[in-house]
């Protein structure tokens, strides 16, 4: 029986709710979903590369072999086979990686979410690079840190803005690899310097690296995690290397950090599914992803180079961008008086999408930037779509 009255409720939510925002990016999807829209906006990796049948073969094999336990309560920590297989995958011979240093999460985003309600509390200051992941900045603001923003390059963060901003931090969020939003990598000799900075300071270095494996050319750089495994907590995706639907990410660190987040996945959703682990175990296991990871270096790769000669033929004087060495992202600066937010809102009427760079600042917004992602666009719509972002930013030179 439905209640014929009753008051209407006034929601009161807590602070920690008001700090909620919807991100930027989720707002901007909205708009391009349309077919017409020519979208360098999304963070999606390409459909084109999820391995379908792979896991339709994994998972009807997981439920045919073992459902009953596939379909039952996992433990907290994660599927211990997966963890093994991770561990042996991230030791390197002077640094041995342990099952009981691996967390298993649902997409490293719930990472870093469970990182801020572990390590923060309102106040906490947190070194982040300038700019930063949007989606950290989401998930940590939650916590109210105080945000500080680390100087940064085109060879990514600079670690002596470390030494000089970072005293009393409670974490150094860092993102080494094909970074997002700007595609720039850290070199190998910031890295070492960033990781003993760190030490030496007594600040969790966090390594978050969904990017890594996706270099163009050569092998991925040393991981930080394995410089220093006692003080940096390492993030890795299952997301860009085979689908991000799974949801299913991990994340690294020393045991006594491990066990407390453990807890805190515990309180959020109990266990990451077992099927799902499961189903990626199998599909992992033998070695899959050894050749599955090189077809999607080369079609990035590709995809990036038809963005780069683009933005050559069509980018008027003036205007600047990285050239990434590996990853989904390239980071545009205007010049100073031109207003990506505006840029957007008129090339969103000429059917082209991108996300402006000001909400991947922690403070101070650069509002002359924006990233263009180039997986998810064919070559054809690539070159259509900036010849027309190249004509407005000209319109406004
Ligand atoms: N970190 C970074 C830098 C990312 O770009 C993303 C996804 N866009 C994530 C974390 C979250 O990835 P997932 O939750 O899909 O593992």
Redesign the pocket.
């Known amino acids: 029986m439905k209640l014929k009255n009753s008051t209407p409720i006034n929601w009161k939510f807590s602070e920690r709710a008001e700090q909620l925002q919807s991100s930027v990016i989720r707002e901007i999807l909205k708009v391009t979903s349309r077919p017409e829209v020519i979208s360098f906006a999304g ?1 999606l990796p390409s459909p084109e590369t999820f391995p379908v049948e792979r896991m339709q073969a994994a998972f009807d094999k997981v439920l045919a072999t073992q459902g009953k336990s596939a379909l039952q309560y996992g433990t907290s920590d994660g599927y211990a086979p997966l963890r093994e297989f991770l561990a042996n995958s991230l030791s390197t011979a002077d640094c041995k990686i342990t099952p009981d240093q691996i967390l298993m999460v649902s ?4 990472g ?1 979410d469970l990182l801020g309600k572990v390590l923060i509390d309102e106040g906490s200051k947190i070194l982040v690079e300038t700019p930063s ?1 949007l ?2 900045l989401q998930a940590f603001s939650v916590y109210q840190p105080e945000f500080v923003s680390v100087d940064t390059d085109e060879h990514g963060l600079i670690p002596s803005s470390v030494s000089a901003k970072g005293e009393g931090a409670r974490l150094m969020y860092a ?1 080494p690899n094909f970074q ?1 939003p700007t595609g720039r990598t850290m070199s190998l000799e910031r890295r070492i310097e960033l990781v003993e900075i760190c030490a030496r300071m007594g600040i969790p270095l966090i390594e ?1 690296n ?1 990017y890594g494996d996706l270099c163009y050319s050569g092998e991925p750089l040393p991981k930080m995690l394995n410089m220093n495994p006692d003080g940096v907590i390492y ?1 890795g ?1 299952f ?1 860009k290397v085979l689908t ?1 639907g799974i ?1 299913l ?1 991990y994340v690294v660190g020393p045991t006594t950090l491990i066990r407390k987040l453990e807890q805190a996945k515990q309180a959020a959703d109990l266990h990451t599914s077992q099927l799902t682990q499961m189903a990626v175990y199998e599909v992992i296991k033998d070695g899959f992803l050894g050749e599955h990871i090189p077809t999607i270096r080369t079609f990035y790769a590709r995809q990036c180079q038809v963005m780069l000669d683009a933005l050559t033929k069509f980018f008027p004087a003036g205007v600047e961008w990285t050239k990434p060495e590996g990853g989904m992202f390239i980071w545009i600066t205007l010049p100073a008086h031109i207003d990506s937010n505006e840029l957007l809102n008129e090339a969103i009427k000429q059917n082209v999408a991108f996300v402006p760079g000001g909400p991947f600042y922690a403070n101070n917004p650069a509002k002359n930037t924006m990233r263009l992602s180039f997986v998810t666009v064919s070559p054809e719509r690539i070159n259509e779509g900036v010849e027309k972002l190249g004509k407005l930013i000209q319109a406004r030179l």
């Open positions: 963070g997409g490293s985003q719930q870093l992941y989606g950290a993102l997002n978050d969904p993030m995706s997301s991000p949801r990410g």
